[in-house]
C-alpha cells in the first residue's frame, strides 16, 4: 500500500504561481509512474503531468510549458511547479502513483490516488 499526501493548494489571481508537493509513504525507487491529476467540478478527471521510471516526463497540453514536473527522491517527494495559472486550472489535484504488480486501478494506470489538494484561480 502506497499512501500519498498533498500539500501546497491555494487560492491565487490568474498569472500566478504556486506549488503542489506531494510525499510517498514508499521510496520513489519503487513507483513505476508517478503523476498529477486534476477534477474540476462538472468535469472528468484530467491527467496533468507525470513521469515514469525511467524519467521521462510528459506534461499534457492544456499545463504544457506553465507547468513543470519534478520530483526529489531522497525526499520521496513529487512536485508541480505551476506557473502563469489561469480560471481553467482551477480544480482539485490529485497525485498519483503506480507500482509492479498492482492490479487495482484509482484512476487510467494509477494504484494508488492521494486525498487532493484544492487549486483556485481567481480572475
Not at 500566478?16 to 474540476?40: I, K, M, N, P, Y
Not at 494509477?110 to 483556485?120: A, E, I, K, L, P
Request: neutral net charge.
Amino acid at each position: 500500500q502506497v499512501q500519498l499526501v498533498e500539500s501546497g493548494g491555494g487560492s491565487v489571481q490568474a498569472g500566478g504561481s504556486l506549488r503542489l508537493s506531494c510525499v510517498a509513504s514508499v521510496s520513489t525507487e519503487d513507483l513505476s509512474l508517478w503523476g498529477w491529476f486534476r477534477q474540476a467540478p462538472g468535469k472528468e478527471r484530467e491527467e496533468v503531468a507525470f513521469i515514469n521510471k525511467a524519467g521521462t516526463k510528459i506534461h499534457t497540453s492544456p499545463v504544457k510549458d506553465r507547468f513543470t514536473i519534478s520530483k526529489d527522491n531522497a525526499k520521496n517527494t513529487l512536485y508541480l511547479q505551476m506557473n502563469s495559472l489561469k480560471p481553467e486550472d482551477s480544480a482539485l489535484y490529485y497525485c498519483a502513483a503506480s507500482t509492479p504488480g498492482v492490479y487495482t486501478y484509482c484512476y487510467d494506470a494509477y494504484n494508488f490516488c492521494g486525498q487532493g489538494t484544492q487549486v483556485t484561480v481567481s480572475s
